[in-house]
């Protein structure tokens, strides 16, 4: 009696162990889940679905959207009257005075770079969630027109981000020259003050001075007056810049 209900038993326990097999290899394969597939039918619509397109009598041009990657990105900088834009977004137009153009991509830079950020973090929790909602047309639909918009919206900022990076790569020997300098003026401009400072010794300070005495003051002043006028102008001129770039 025993004898005949071992082959059943082996039976049972040989099917339970291929069922937790398949249930283990489907677990080990999480990027699998994560797949979208987006395709265009024969009437030129876009469908966005967990599943590959259906049979068709020409090949759908179908795109795999795994989640965290990032679709290839379509758009450069394009010529917009005397400067370039990235899509929608307006890059700073050249100078000729190139620390003004290199201190105006360092100041837009950080935008681009959050609005990237954004559009990657929106991007990739709709991928998500359409992957979690289902296949249901209306959807789809509703899905597909966001991911485009989020994606276009990736790509503008990416290509901002690249242009940006690439120009202050291009000028960055100028704008460590240009920060040396203004580092030197300012150095200077302290060291005359203190001079002229000196002019008056130390224990004639507070007391009115006459004659010859006041006299070599005046001239020791007025001799270092005009470039430390010189350097001030310089310095306030550039100051903004000088923020903006470092």
């Not at 999480?30 to 049979?55: C, F, I, L, N």
């Not at 240009?178 to 401009?189: D, G, K, M, T, V």
């Not at 004659?211 to 001799?223: D, I, L, P």
Request: charged share 30%; hydrophobic share 35%.
């Amino acid at each position: 009696m025993n004898n005949k209900n071992k082959p059943c038993m082996r039976r049972g326990t040989a099917s339970g162990i291929v069922l937790l097999l398949i249930l283990l290899g489907s677990l080990a394969h999480p990027a699998a889940q994560a797949r979208v597939y987006k395709w265009v039918d024969a009437d030129g619509r876009t469908h966005y679905s967990q599943t590959p397109p259906p049979v068709q009598s020409s090949p759908p041009n179908v795109k795999h959207l795994d989640v965290n990657t990032r679709p290839a990105n379509t758009v450069l900088p394009t010529p917009f009257g005397n400067a370039l834009r990235c899509g929608n977004i307006l890059l700073p137009q050249q100078r000729e005075d190139q620390m003004r153009f290199l201190a105006a991509v360092n100041a837009e830079l950080p935008d681009w770079e959050e609005q990237e950020r954004n559009a990657k973090q929106e991007y990739n929790r709709l991928a998500h969630e359409m992957r979690m909602a289902g296949s249901a047309d209306s959807q789809r639909s509703w899905f597909s027109a966001r991911l485009d918009d989020e994606k276009r919206k990736w790509d503008e900022a990416s290509c901002a981000v690249a242009w940006g990076r690439q120009q202050l790569e291009a000028g960055a020997e100028s704008r460590e020259a240009f920060l040396r300098e203004h580092a030197a003026r300012e150095q200077e401009l302290a060291e005359l003050e203190r001079r002229q400072e000196a002019c008056v010794p130390v224990h004639r300070r507070g007391q009115p001075l006459i004659g010859e005495e006041a006299e070599q003051v005046y001239r020791c002043r007025v001799e270092l007056a005009p470039r430390i006028q010189e350097l001030r102008q310089e310095l306030r001129r550039d100051s903004g810049t000088r923020e903006l770039l470092r």
